[in-house]
């Protein structure tokens, strides 16, 4: 598998923003978002066995690992890890960008999908990902404007996401201020977290390895 980095940090974003976490960030992504913040997995990297990447996480004093990328669904062998993983005791996060299928991976992992606004230059058209998620799993909409808040809003009530999901809705970096974010989802009632990069505020917007 193909590997840029294994840290051990907090989650900065999910609905388990804080938590000790473990992380695997793969290397590549088919996708080329105009607010990525981790560019540099998209080459590079090493390559690394799969019981050597358990034997790494395993040395962490944390039980939670998330997979990420780039975009982790391009490694084939990502549901086998994330199968050994679990079978290890982990609870195991995979972050996607949602423009693939999450079919094969197990049923305990918990799918944090980024459903793409149109300010990300790589909008969502294709929704069946959707049908492929539980109500363990998250959809996070990253908002790059007002008119991308209305997209995702409309997209959230049209197939009642509110019912079916947590739903985390994010401010982009250095483009939306928080608290106007905030004050959007407050007007429309939204029943959605405010999922603020907590890592960019303790670390910096460029650290690694965090």
Not at 52 to 58: D, F, R, W, Y
Not at 159 to 188: K, N, T, Y
Request: net charge negative; glycine share 8%; charged share 25%.
């Amino acid at each position: 598998m193909r590997v840029s980095e294994i840290f051990f940090s907090v989650q900065g974003e999910t609905s388990r923003t804080g938590l000790p976490c473990s992380f695997v960030r793969f290397t590549g992504c088919d996708l080329r978002c105009g607010y990525c913040d981790t560019a540099y997995a998209f080459h590079g990297g090493r390559s690394i066995e799969r019981d050597e990447i358990v034997e790494q996480l395993s040395r962490f004093p944390t039980r939670f690992v998330t997979l990420t990328g780039g975009e982790p669904l391009l490694q084939k062998e990502l549901p086998a890890l994330a199968e050994a993983l679990i079978a290890k005791g982990f609870t195991v996060a995979v972050e996607t960008h949602g423009q693939r299928s999450v079919a094969a991976l197990p049923k305990m992992v918990i799918k944090i999908v980024d459903v793409k606004t149109p300010g990300s230059g790589e909008v969502a058209r294709d929704l069946s990902v959707l049908d492929e998620l539980d109500s363990k799993d998250e959809l996070k909409f990253v908002v790059c404007s007002r008119a991308d808040f209305d997209w995702s809003l409309n997209l959230i009530r049209e197939h009642g996401l509110e019912q079916r999901f947590h739903l985390l809705i994010s401010p982009s970096f250095g483009v939306v201020e928080p608290r106007d974010l905030a004050g959007w989802m407050l007007e429309a009632g939204l029943q959605a977290r405010l999922n603020l990069q907590l890592h960019k505020y303790v670390w910096g917007p460029d650290a690694r390895g965090v």
